[in-house]
């Protein structure tokens, strides 16, 4: 079993940084890609960054020269760096892992969500 768990979320004013984190666990032997979605309320899910297992980043025209995505693979934990946040910014972030290699096979998964407020 796979369990994605977020973290780093929180309250933090215009401009502020905040870093998020995404680790999976279980019997993993690879991951695709490890992807960053958000959620404000009334709105749809979006992609906001995503990281390929070859270093190959994507980011949403939104957040791009503010947000930065790494992963550490021997760790199976994602990150996303953001800076100079803006209020637009206020979602659920969820991690998703595509791709996930195990000794069951290959699977997607997603974490639960963690909460950003940014306030004006």
């Known amino acids: 079993q796979v369990q994605l768990v977020e973290s780093g979320g929180g309250l933090v004013q215009a401009g502020g940084s905040l870093r998020l984190s995404c680790a999976a666990s279980?019997?993993?032997?690879?991951?695709?890609?490890m992807n960053w979605y958000r959620q404000a309320p009334g709105k749809q899910r979006e992609l906001v960054a995503n990281?390929?297992?070859?270093?190959?980043?994507n980011y949403a025209d939104s957040v791009k020269g503010r947000f930065i995505i790494s992963r550490d693979d021997a760790k199976n934990t994602a990150y996303l760096q953001m800076n100079s946040l803006k209020p637009s910014d206020t979602a659920v972030y969820y991690c998703n892992a595509e791709g996930v290699l195990t000794t069951m096979g290959g699977a997607n998964y997603w974490g639960q969500g963690t909460q950003v407020t940014v306030s004006s």
């Open positions: 279980g019997s993993i032997f690879s991951i695709y890609a």
């Open positions: 990281i390929t297992s070859g270093g190959n980043t």
